[in-house]
């Protein structure tokens, strides 16, 4: 019965849109009126307002959808959402600043002698407005009153011009920073948790473990990935702009000619290209560097954009003025000196006392001052001229209360879908598809594809994503990285601006071309474009590092990257060592020979035992590496069997499971039965669903259980051979990597023994409670030094010794502390000369091989090849 309300809640939705109401409204009212219906439904024919939901009831499910969107604000790590209306903000401001203007302009004149350069300007225009302003409709608008009538003029094919127009008008949707790219990074954080759950779950019912390696999880995103993750797939999609313009105009001139520059290719004219070019440009870079760079969050990064687009739309108000470009000269100059100043010196106020840096603090608040009065000034210009800075605060407040609006609707609405089963039903008919993944992966982008016919991009983001992105992030066959998928969803949404009837951007153009260019001329110079966008979704799909490779390249090169022993980097990593260790093996048996010449006796036994485990652990190293080979080749051939039961036997597997839980709904629903009849029907439906579990269990070959176990028998050998490998070398390093350290704590050790003999000596006048609180003290000094805990230890066993008022074995341990000292002191004062030369020399060698494992971070020569590594997806469903 829940499915007929699922088709209700459908129906509504469509209808409620058909006839006109706002989405805002539209999509929790829907929401409300069929779970409201189901309620009542239920109430008066059982009596019971829950019986035709899936699980609860209409109460926790409409409170489900407000609670969902208020967990938004109220997780201070998920403020994505916060960026909104500062790149709502930025994009209005500088659609007002009129630079799109500029900027066609001038490109036109430097692209259009090239054959169809008039659409290659238009292309590229687009591509600028969209990583600055982002809004389709004033970039369609812009570029219909200023291009098209040239290109009219210039004898363009109407249907090329209207949809080269129509295209790069839309590119503001997928070239970051975007609007949807911060939308979909908002849900799909959201269901990456979900599918971090799901396949959680499915570890535990495959594996019978309740601690799932987090290697295996979900990949999820953010808003700041999704934007590097988007900006190659944004040039690919440009750049099958410019091919297909520039094809078109060479096959056939006549469609696109060449288009001489009237003023010729001056200084004067490249002053105003430069002119045009440098403001975007430099807005470009300090909100995508910013983040990029990781200066900045997203969040930050709009704030930085907000105030860009006010300066410049302060100098462009005052345009033709000597003082318009005042306040922009001061900002610039503000920055770029307290750029230098951070560069060149510690502006920390907090250690102007250690640093004495009080010039160049002062400086540094005069520039923040000039920086403040240069956006002050540039606030009130567009205050006071053309009413630009009111308007544009009611236009951002229209425009974010709309996306947020529509937000809340939609989370009313998922909540709604799932009350009713929705997502079961979702999950149950994609993983039924045969194909796998991937089949279910192209019916759920065409899906989306045809919704772009009717709906919005926000409408689409917030309601299907939120059902179909956990099913599909939980496939362990495909793993896909939640950006991957984002990006893929935003390539996809975009053409919703293009597909008619109700395709935005066709009715922002019609709205401002000529009447000489007809509907169809608009509807059908925008169906090229529409495959163009169709193969860069696949070009996209078939090359996953487009996506990937910048969100892991800038990740694992930033400040908090991960150390190469993240279970995440270990695949790739093992990777690059299995090749570097087979390399390098005679280096590598050099360095491990020069450990062995290291001169022990002057050591501690303790420490000379710590340099011997490690030669031994490091000689062990290559050995272990070829039994995991062995193992990993053993493996592979148990694959084969396994693996050609495995889907079929998951999916048999989990039919049963459905099996099952329909039985204990059933039992329940038995027990509830008001009548026999009732009751005799379930049980009858009882029966019919075990008979099916038991001929589905029948169903499961003989030769499965023998695989399995055979194959998770081998994979305990492999995962041994490699805790052995790793344990090797892992302990290589970190052994010899603490007697450096222990050497290196020479100076502190010498520092601090004149403050021991101090401590010591002032016992004698102290009576014992004191003599504890002294010692407890030292304790505390001396555990802070490397190597002091042999020393530490000691005072310890003193104090104990004063607590029971037994003077003379305290003074015993204090005589031993003080010997113990020289004895540290001594035996390093060998070692720095003789020991510290060969360990630093062999740490140097090797630690780009086997003690690689033990850095703070992948090398910098590591970072290229490991984030190429982890741009594929690697299918682990065996794992499953």
Known sequence: MELYFLFLLFVVMMAALGLGFPVAFALPGAAILTIGLASLTGWLIAGDVKMFFAQDGPVEWLSAGVMNFRAIYYDFERDTLIAIPLFIFMGIMLQRSRIAEDLLMTMAGLFGPVPGGLGISVVFVGALLAATTGIVGATVVAMGLISLPS???????????????????????????????????????????????????????????????????????????????????????????FAYILITALLKPNMAPAVPNPDGFTKAFFGRVM?????????????LGSIIMGIATVNQAGA??????????????????????????????????????????????????ITQAYVPVFLAVIASITLVISIGWSTWRTFKLENTLNEVMIETAKTTSMVFIILLGATMLTAAFRGFGGEEYVRDFLQGLPGGFWSQFIVVMAVIFILGFFLDFIEIAVVVVPIVAPILLADPSANITAVWLGVMIGVNIQTSFLTPPFGFALFYLRGVASKAISTISIYRGVVPFIILQLIALAIVGAVPPLVNYLPNRF????????PPQNPRLQQCVEDYLAEALTQNQQSINDSIAMLGTVNLDILPKKVAGKISDAQKNAGAVLGHLEDVQGAEAVLAEATITYASFHSDVRAIERDIRKLETQIKRKKREALAARTEEDKQHITEEIEEAMARQQALEESIPAEWEGAAKDYQAKQKVLNTANRKYRRAMDDSFANVDEVIGLINASDALKAYQPRLDEHIAALAAMNNEDRQVALKEAEKEIGAITGGSDIKSLLSKARRAYKKDDSAKAEGFLADAKSQMTNELAWRADAVTSVLPLLESYQAQTADTIGLRGQDRLPSFLVPRISTCRSQHRDISLQF
């Open 275 to 287: 002119f045009s070019l440098v403001p975007p440009l430099v807005l470009i870079f300090l909100v």
């Open 555 to 562: 990740y694992l090169s930033s400040f908090n990257a991960p």
């Open 151 to 241: 290109m009219m003029r210039n004898n363009y094919s109407p249907s090329l011009a209207s949809g080269t127009i129509c295209a790069s008008g839309t590119l503001g949707q997928i070239i970051p920073p975007s609007i949807v790219l911060i939308i979909l990074a908002d849900q799909l954080g959201s269901a990456s948790d979900q599918a971090s759950a799901m396949r959680q779950s499915l570890y535990r019912e495959a594996t019978g473990e309740f601690s799932m390696p987090s290697a295996l999880d979900v990949t999820s995103t953010s808003a700041g990935d999704m934007f590097l993750g988007a900006f190659l797939p944004g040039m690919v999609l440009v750049g099958v702009y």
């Open 304 to 353: 930085i954009g907000a105030v860009g687009a006010t300066i410049m739309a302060g100098y462009k108000l005052r345009e033709g003025n000597r003082d318009a470009v005042y306040p922009a000269v001061l900002a610039f100059g503000s920055v770029v000196a307290i750029y230098v100043l951070l560069s060149l010196f510690d502006l920390n106020v907090k250690n102007l006392a």
